[in-house]
Structure formats: C-alpha cells, structure tokens
C-alpha cells in the first residue's frame, strides 16, 4: 500500500485518508498497539512536516519565478498586456511607458488612451485589428503594423494577439505584445527607397516602373506611356563629359518632374537619357498638351561648366487600351512611336498609329535580318565612277553597298543603312565595306586596271566608335591598300562635335587617307570647322544639281560652294549628275568632278571592270 500526498490537499483531509487507508480506527489504536502507535505517530509527524515544507517551498518557488517573469517582462523592449474577459481585468507591463511613452497608471486609468496616439492614416486599421480578438478561433495569433505619433514623431509598432475561449465560444484573455519596429520599417525604406529610386536624378527607376505599370494595366485603368528620349545626348557626354551629362540629365528630370503635375501621372527615369512618363490621361487633345509641355520644359540651355548646352526630347506615345491590350505592345508601341519620332527630325512627339504598325513591324523584321546578313553573303558592293568633267576619265569609285535578301529582296541603304545605325550594326557593316572595297581596288591595281581613289562612306555612328581610328588602320594594313587612294565620306552632323572629329580626321590624315564632305550643303557647317578640319573634297549634294539648270537659286548655290572650296583649296564633286546640260553648267562653274547617272550607274565589279577596258580602249583609238 502506498501513500501519495496530493499537494495542497487540507491536512485533514490527509489523515483521514490514512487511516482508512491503513484499515485502521480509533479503538484498535488505543487498546494497546503501542509500538505500532507510536510508529504512525512518527511517521505522521514525518509526513506532516514534509508536506508543510513542500507546500512552502513551492510557494517561494512561485514567488520567485511570478517575479522573474515581471521583471522580465518589465525589461523587455516590448509592451505585453493581458486582459481578462470574464473579469475585464487588463495587466500591463512596463514597456508600454517606454514605447507609448505614457505611465503605467496613466494607462490604467484611461484604458482607450492609446488610440489617441494612432497615426491618422492607419486608425480604422489599427482598431479594426484590435477588436478582431474575438475573430479566428483557433489561429495561432494575429499580427498587425501600423503607426502612432508620440511628441510629433512618427513611430512603426508591430502589435500582436493571441486569444482563448471557452467551451461555450466566448473569449476568456487576450494576451498581446507590442513591439517598436521604427528602425526595422525605417532601413525597409531606405532598401525600398534604393532599389527603386534612380541614384542620379532620384525619380522613380524602371523597377518602380514596370510594377507601377503593371498594376494599372492590369486593374485596366486608362493609361498613356510617353518614352522621352533626349535627341545627341552622347555628343554632350563626349564633348564635356560624363559629370556634365550627368549634371544635365539631373537637371532635365528635375524640369520634367516640375512640369508634370502628380495627377496628370507620374515620371520614371528608364536608363540613361531615357526617361518614361506614365501617364493616367488618355484623351488625346490632353496629352498633346502635356506632350507640347514636356518639349518646352527642354527649350531653355542648359548652363553646364559654363556652356549653354541645348537638348531636345523625341517622344513616342501609345495608349492603353486604345492602341494596345498588353504591357508588351503598349511598350514596343510607344517606342516606335518615339523612333518616328526621331526620324522625323527629332524635338518633336508622335502618337503611335496602327499606320505605322507595318513600317515598324518591316523594320523589326529588317533589323532582325540584317543581324545574318554579312555571314549570310547578302552584302555586296556597287562601284560608281567618279568622272573628271574636263578629260572625261574615271579618276575613282563610290562602293556603295547592296543588300540582297531572301524574304525582303533588294534593300535600298538608304533604309537598312539607318537601321544598322541604330541597332550598332553599322560597325561590323562598316569594317565589312571597307575591307572589301580596299580588296577590290587593290585586285584592280593588280589586274592592270588602273590606280583608282576609292571612296567610303562612313556613318556617324561609326566614326565615333572609340576604335574606329585603330580598326580602320589595321584593316589598311591588312589589305596592303595605298591609304592615299582611300577617301572617307563624312556627313557635317559629325563636325557637331568638332574636337573629337579633328582628333579622329588627325589620325587618319597621319596615313594619308583623304576627306570628304558628302551631301555638302543639306546639313550644317560653320566655315571656321571647315577651315579647322582637313579637308580633301566637297560633295555638293545632288538636290542642288537636279535643278542647276534651271534655278537661278540652285545655280548660285552651287556656284557659290564650287568658289568656297576653291578658296578653301577643296576639290568639289557634283553628286547626281544626270543632263548634258547639268555637266555643262558644271563645267562653265569650274567644278572638277562629277558622278551621276550620265556618267555611269553604280555597278558591279565586273561591270565597272567592262567600263574600264571600254576606257582603256578608247584612250588607245584617241592616242
Ligand atoms: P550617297 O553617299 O550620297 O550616295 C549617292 C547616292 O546617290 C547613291 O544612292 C547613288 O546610287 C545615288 N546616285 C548616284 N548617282 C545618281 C544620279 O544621277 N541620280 C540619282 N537620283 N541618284 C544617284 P544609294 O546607293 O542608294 O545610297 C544611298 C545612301 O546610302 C548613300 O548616299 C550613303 O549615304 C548611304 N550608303 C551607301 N552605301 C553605304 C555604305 O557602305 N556605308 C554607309 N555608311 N552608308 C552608305
Ligand atoms: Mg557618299
Ligand atoms: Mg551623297
């Protein structure tokens, strides 16, 4: 038999039980079970004793632990409450005086005190989670974040609870904790702020961008997407450098930011001197104005390093749902918008226009080709002979490339020649072009055909890759061609930037290649670069030929570029010479040289090689 004291149980109680227990009563004991007696007395005085000190002790343990838990809780950087449904007694601990930054007894006696401290915004939040104790039976606990403003400042608190019922359904105690997350939530901004702000201009980043978008997109609201994109920003960069292309992209963000009105929608710096406005109008007299808008914002120089730079935006815009139905389209619409937009003579705007979808989706498809084209062998060279107006001899070629393809047929230049342009292929189709044509003039060197100057027409883009001089030496090196019978065709866009044209034209004149200016009068140069730079020849463009005969106008225009590059020691050639009475004119003008239709048209190498026997063979008969 064995006896085990339940803790707590009255002492009474206890001995009762161990009589009965024991099967023993009064009568027995007394009649003289002596030894016995005083046996049980000694082991009831035992276990009496024991029992006093083990309830005792557990009542200090108590204590003690009941005073680590509150001096715990007092400690800790969270705020613990309890509160007891059934009797509607609340404890608190210490830390709501330091995150509430109120008393204990204050916050005893004025139980809804807190809820004056709630951030305004998030009040209907906050108590809307506070009194949903009652909610979610059997979840494990709820949480919420929301904001109180203590003394002006703004705090993040993370609060949450847990509840427990009775059988019956009825809440019995919420237990809550309220942690201080403002330095959590304020490093989460700074993260969120990196990760979607663009360093240099601080507008919202193309991450931020496509989020924003989408969401719109997808809740289907109206939207609007102009792509700005700033026209020769890479001159700016290349002239005065990239802490002045960078002061000036600043500034620009900062003049489109405060053009646009946040409700009109909102601005996002893309990537370099792109920059996109999400616009959440639809209506087109309306974003003609914001779009005449941004153009203005751009119209006053900007003052970097002391130089009133000007720039101007080309901007496309597509609508959504009008133009487009997705993210994708709306995109590639508003883009392509935006390179008509450039086409046209850019610091101008161009609405997306499903008439436009065709010649975009033929680009695309050009480009998309093009990219095949060299290894592909569609690329060949025509040769168009340059004439001396006054013996009437081929003094040199023009190549000028031809691109046969399979699915497009033949391609004029003056298409894929812009396309190669913008998607940079025209440095692998420009090394392609120059090494083939200095092998061809060097085969006809070698076959006895003759010395012949070749001319090459070199795109901007191309000229103002930073290895064009480099590649363009050792492709001479590696053909063997005479650099003195090659002549670049340059453009007068590409004396815009003056100091890097003349440090390029400088090496090349190093090795005897020879300059011209081709389509000389559409475009736009200062007589002082053109005296600063060395020059070898004028093109005078073939606008100015087809009507020499019979405009007066035309014929003083090109009388008066014959005389410029004369005084200029320039030689001149007439581009698009197609009349007898066009040559004559030229002629009676003093200019040296002619190409044209009336001459020759461009030709292959073999007919050009047929032209030239022909020449040969006449000025034997002459001889
Ligand atoms: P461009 O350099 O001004 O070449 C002259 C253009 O006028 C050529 O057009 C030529 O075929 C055409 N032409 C020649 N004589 C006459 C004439 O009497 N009447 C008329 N109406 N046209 C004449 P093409 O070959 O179509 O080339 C167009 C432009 O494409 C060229 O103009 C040049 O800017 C560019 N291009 C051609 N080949 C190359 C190349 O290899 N590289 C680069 N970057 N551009 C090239
Ligand atoms: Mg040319
Ligand atoms: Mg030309």
């Not at 969270?78 to 204050?106: C, P, Y």
């Not at 909610?135 to 494990?140: N, P, V, W």
Request: a negative charge.
């Amino acid at each position: 038999m064995k006896y085990i004291g339940r803790v707590g149980t009255p002492l009474f109680a206890d001995f009762a039980y161990f009589f009965w227990t024991m099967k023993l009563d009064f009568a027995q004991f007394y009649n003289g079970y002596h030894l016995l007696s005083l046996f049980f007395f000694s082991v009831i005085a035992w276990w009496i004793g024991r029992h006093y000190d083990d309830n005792r002790h557990l009542n200090e343990k108590l204590m003690e632990k009941r005073n680590e838990l509150q001096s715990l809780l007092d400690n800790a950087d969270a705020a613990i409450w309890s509160i007891d449904h059934r009797t509607n007694r609340m404890s608190l601990s210490k830390g709501f005086e330091k995150i509430l930054d109120v008393s204990l007894q204050e916050a005893y006696t004025e139980r809804t005190l807190w809820q004056k401290y709630l951030y305004h915004e998030d009040c209907h939040k906050a108590l809307h989670f506070l009194r949903s104790y009652k909610d979610d039976k059997g979840e494990a606990g709820k949480t919420a974040e929301f904001r109180i403003v203590r003394n002006g400042q703004i705090k993040w608190v993370e609060v949450k609870l847990s509840s427990t019922w009775n059988e019956k359904g009825e809440p019995v105690k919420t237990n809550g904790i309220v942690l201080d997350i403002t330095e959590r939530k304020t490093s989460e901004e700074r993260i969120k702020q990196l990760a979607y702000t663009d360093s240099l201009t601080e507008l919202p980043n193309r991450t931020s961008l496509f989020m924003d978008l989408n969401k719109r997109l997808q809740e289907g609201k109206e939207t609007a997407l102009f792509i700005i994109d700033l026209d020769r920003f890479k001159t700016v960069n290349d002239s005065f450098g990239h802490l002045a292309g960078d002061t000036l992209l600043k500034e620009a963000a900062g003049r489109f930011k405060s053009a646009l009105s946040k409700e009109s929608g909102c601005i996002y710096r893309f990537g370099g001197d792109e920059f996109w406005f999400v616009c959440h109008k639809t209506n087109k007299v309306q974003l003609t104005l914001l779009a005449e808008k941004l153009l203005h914002t751009l119209t006053s120089p900007f003052m970097i390093q002391d130089h009133g730079i000007v720039i101007t935006p080309s901007i496309g815009i597509s609508t959504f749902p009008g133009d487009a139905d997705s993210m994708d389209t709306l995109l590639m619409y508003a883009d392509s918008a935006m390179r008509i937009a450039k086409e046209k003579g850019r610091n101008n705007y161009q609405f997306f226009h499903s008439s436009l979808y065709n010649k975009i989706q033929r680009k695309a498809a050009l480009e998309k080709e093009l990219r095949r084209a060299i290894w592909k062998g569609e690329l060949f060279l025509h040769y168009q002979p340059q004439v001396d107006l006054a013996t009437s001899q081929i003094t040199g070629f023009e190549a000028l490339i031809r691109w046969e393809n399979e699915r497009f047929g033949s391609v004029s230049p003056s298409e894929f020649i812009p396309i190669a342009e913008e998607s940079g292929l025209i440095t692998s189709i420009g090394e392609w072009v120059l090494k083939e044509a200095c092998l061809q003039s060097k085969r006809w060197e070698q076959q006895g055909y003759g010395r012949f100057s070749m001319s090459i027409n070199i795109s901007v883009q191309q000229f103002q890759n930073r290895y064009f001089a480099d590649t363009f030496k050792a492709l001479i090196r590696e053909t063997h061609m005479d650099p003195s019978l090659l002549q670049i065709e340059i453009t007068e866009s590409i004396m815009q930037n003056t100091q890097e044209t003349k440090h390029i034209l400088d090496q090349l004149k190093e090795i005897g290649v020879k300059v011209s200016i081709d389509d000389f009068g559409t475009g736009y140069s200062s007589l002082s670069v053109l005296k600063e730079l060395q020059l070898d020849c004028l093109k005078i463009d073939q606008s100015f030929i087809r009507d020499v005969t019979t405009s007066k106008k035309e014929a003083a225009i090109v009388k008066n570029i014959i005389d410029l590059a004369h005084n200029l020691e320039l030689n001149v050639v007439a581009e698009g010479v197609e009349t007898a009475g066009q040559l004559c004119m030229l002629k009676k003008l003093g200019c040296q040289t002619g190409q044209g239709y009336l001459f020759s048209k461009p030709l292959f190498h073999q007919e050009a090689e047929e032209l030239l026997v022909q020449e040969q063979q006449k000025m034997k008969i002459d001889a």
